[in-house]
C-alpha cells in the first residue's frame, strides 16, 4: 500500500500580511505572501475604460482605478484552458473591436509586475472549489488529473445540464469527483449568482470600481484543499483561526476539526521551523541531498539554473556520478520553481552527459516531477549542449518579491562600484567645484574611502600642482555607503568644521 504524503499547511497574518506555507514530509513546497487590503489581485474583476488602443500590437490599455494602466490583448480569443480536455465552441475566436473611451469589464490574469501594469481579460471566470464557472465563454473542460472515465463522464453530464446557453462555460477541478451532484449543483447556482450580482453593479458603478473580489489568500487555501490529502491547517492568528473556523463550517467541503489554532509563545513559523526554511529558498545556491548543488539566478528575461556536481564523487564512472547529480537536480529544480512561484521561461544547465537514454530520463525525471505542479509547465526537448528549457504560467508574484527589493546602491545588477570608481567621480565633482570659482571645497564621504585617498597618497600630484591653492577638507563617515559622497564649494577665509574633519595632506 503506497504511503499517503503528510501535508500540513501553515496559515498566519500580523503586520498588515497574509502567509500561506505548505509543507510536505518536512520540506517547504509553497509559499505565499498577500498584504491587506489587497491590490489587483489575479481573479478580481473591474469597472474599466480604454485609454489607448495600440494598432501595431493589437491590444489595448485599460483604466481600472489602479496604479498603473492594464494590459488587453485584443486577440485574446480565450484566456488560457490548455492545461483541461476541453473544446473551445466558435463563438470565442473572434477579436476584441475596442475605442478610446470605451467602458469595459474586466478580469485580472497576471498581477504587476516591475514597470508593466496588470494583465487582464475579458472573458471571466468565477472559481468554487470543485466549478470554474466561465459566464461568457463556450467552454467545456475537465482536469486531466481526473483519469477515472467514469467519474470524468458523470462529472461532465452534471455540468453540462447546468448549461442556460452555449455562450457560457464550466470546468471541472481535480476536487469535482469527492463531490456529490447535489454539491455540484449548489456550487454552480452560488457561482452564477455572483455573476449576476457583479452584472447589476456594473450597470451603475463608476470606471475603476472593483465589481467582484476573489477569496483571500487564507480562504483560497480552504478552498483548494483536497479532503483528506491536508493532515492539518496550523492558524498562527486567533482572528483568522475563527473566521476560517466559520467558513469551514458554511462550505462543508473541508473538516473545521483539521483547523489547529497556534497558542504558543513563539510565532508560528519559528515554532515549526519554517522561517529558516523561507530564508533557504532566497538563497541562490541550493544544495541537493548527495552533496551536489543548483545556483539558481533570476533575470529579466527568465530563470537560469546552474547544476554543479559539488562535493559528490560518485564510485563507479564520471557519466554515472554526472546523471546521479543530474536526476536528483532535475527533482529538486521541479520543487524550487514551485517553492519560489517562478513564472516564464526557465533554462537549466545541466553537467554535461554523453550517454542519450540518460538525457533522456533526467527529462522525463523532470517533467514528472513538474507534472505534479498546479501552474502548467511545458519541458522541451534538451539539447546536445545539455540545456533544457521549460516554461512555467506565472500566477502571483515570485516569492522573492515578497522580501527583496532592488538595492538602491547597485540599482539591481547584483553589484557596486569599486572605491576607484567613487574616487574617480569625487576628483571630477572636485574639480568641477573649483570650476565654479570656490577656493575651498568640503567632502563628506565613507571613512573607508577616505583612508584609501589618504593612505595610498591617490590625490598626492593634484595638491602638490593644479589643487596648490586651494582648500580641501575631508569629513569621514561611518554610515555613509561607500559610493556616496557630498562636496560643496566655500569662499570663506575661516571655515567652521566637525573635530573630525581633514585636511588634504
Request: hydrophobic share 35%; proline share 3%; charged share 25%.
Amino acid at each position: 500500500m503506497k504511503k499517503e504524503t503528510k501535508k500540513e499547511w501553515f496559515l498566519d497574518r500580523y503586520c498588515k500580511q497574509q502567509f500561506a506555507a505548505l509543507v510536505e514530509e518536512g520540506k517547504l513546497v509553497e509559499f505565499s505572501c498577500e498584504n491587506e487590503p489587497r491590490v489587483a489581485c489575479v481573479g478580481n474583476v473591474y469597472k474599466g475604460k480604454v485609454t489607448n488602443v495600440l494598432s501595431g500590437m493589437n491590444a489595448a490599455f485599460i483604466n481600472c482605478g489602479l496604479a498603473k494602466n492594464c494590459y488587453l490583448s485584443m486577440e485574446e480569443t480565450y484566456t488560457d484552458y490548455s492545461k483541461y480536455d476541453g473544446t473551445m465552441g466558435e463563438a470565442n475566436q473572434k477579436n476584441l473591436d475596442l475605442n478610446v473611451g470605451d467602458e469595459i469589464i474586466v478580469q485580472v490574469t497576471k498581477p504587476p509586475r516591475g514597470n508593466k501594469g496588470a494583465k487582464v481579460t475579458t472573458h471571466l471566470s468565477f472559481v468554487g472549489k470543485n466549478v470554474i464557472f466561465l459566464p461568457n465563454t463556450d467552454f467545456l473542460g475537465i482536469s486531466r488529473r481526473i483519469v477515472d472515465e467514469a467519474l470524468r463522464a458523470e462529472a461532465l453530464s452534471t455540468v453540462e445540464k447546468m448549461r442556460e446557453d452555449k455562450n457560457e462555460g464550466f470546468i471541472i477541478r481535480t476536487q469535482a469527483p469527492l463531490a456529490t451532484q447535489k454539491q455540484l449543483k449548489a456550487e454552480v447556482l452560488y457561482l452564477k449568482k455572483l455573476h449576476l450580482e457583479m452584472q447589476k453593479l456594473a450597470k451603475t458603478a463608476p470606471v475603476g470600481t472593483l465589481l467582484y473580489e476573489d477569496d483571500d489568500l487564507p480562504a483560497r487555501v480552504i478552498r483548494d484543499c483536497v479532503g483528506d490529502e491536508i493532515s492539518v491547517i496550523h492558524v498562527g492568528d486567533e482572528t483568522l483561526y475563527h473566521r476560517l473556523s466559520h467558513l469551514a463550517k458554511l462550505r462543508k467541503d473541508f473538516p473545521a476539526r483539521k483547523l489547529k489554532l497556534h497558542t504558543g509563545e513563539r510565532s508560528l513559523y519559528q515554532e515549526y521551523g519554517i522561517s529558516p526554511l523561507i530564508t533557504q529558498s532566497l538563497s541562490p545556491k541550493v544544495p541537493l541531498d548527495n552533496g551536489g548543488y543548483l545556483v539558481i539566478d533570476h533575470t529579466e528575461a527568465m530563470t537560469v539554473v546552474d547544476v554543479n556536481t559539488g562535493s559528490y564523487v560518485g564510485e563507479t564512472s564520471l557519466e554515472e556520478t554526472v546523471f546521479s547529480v543530474n536526476l536528483a537536480a532535475a527533482k529538486e529544480i521541479a520543487r524550487q520553481v514551485r517553492l519560489r512561484n517562478v513564472g516564464g521561461i526557465v533554462v537549466v544547465d545541466f553537467i554535461d552527459m554523453v550517454n542519450e537514454e540518460h538525457k533522456t530520463a533526467v527529462t522525463e525525471a523532470l517533467r514528472a516531477c513538474l507534472a505534479l505542479d498546479k501552474a502548467k509547465c511545458n519541458v522541451l526537448p534538451m539539447s546536445e549542449l545539455c540545456l533544457t528549457q521549460f516554461t512555467r504560467k506565472r500566477v502571483g508574484h515570485e516569492t522573492f518579491s515578497y522580501y527583496e527589493k532592488v538595492c538602491p546602491h547597485c540599482e539591481g545588477s547584483g553589484y557596486i562600484q569599486k572605491d576607484s570608481m567613487t574616487i574617480k567621480n569625487l576628483r571630477e565633482s572636485i574639480l568641477d567645484c573649483f570650476a565654479d570659482g570656490y577656493t575651498a571645497a568640503i567632502i563628506d564621504l565613507h571613512e573607508g574611502v577616505l583612508q584609501k585617498i589618504l593612505g595610498e597618497g591617490l590625490f598626492s600630484i593634484e595638491a602638490k600642482n593644479r589643487w596648490k591653492d586651494k582648500r580641501i577638507y575631508f569629513i569621514p563617515h561611518k554610515t555613509y555607503s561607500p559610493t556616496y559622497f557630498t562636496v560643496r564649494g566655500d569662499n570663506a577665509t575661516v571655515l567652521t568644521l566637525p573635530a573630525k574633519a581633514q585636511i588634504l595632506y
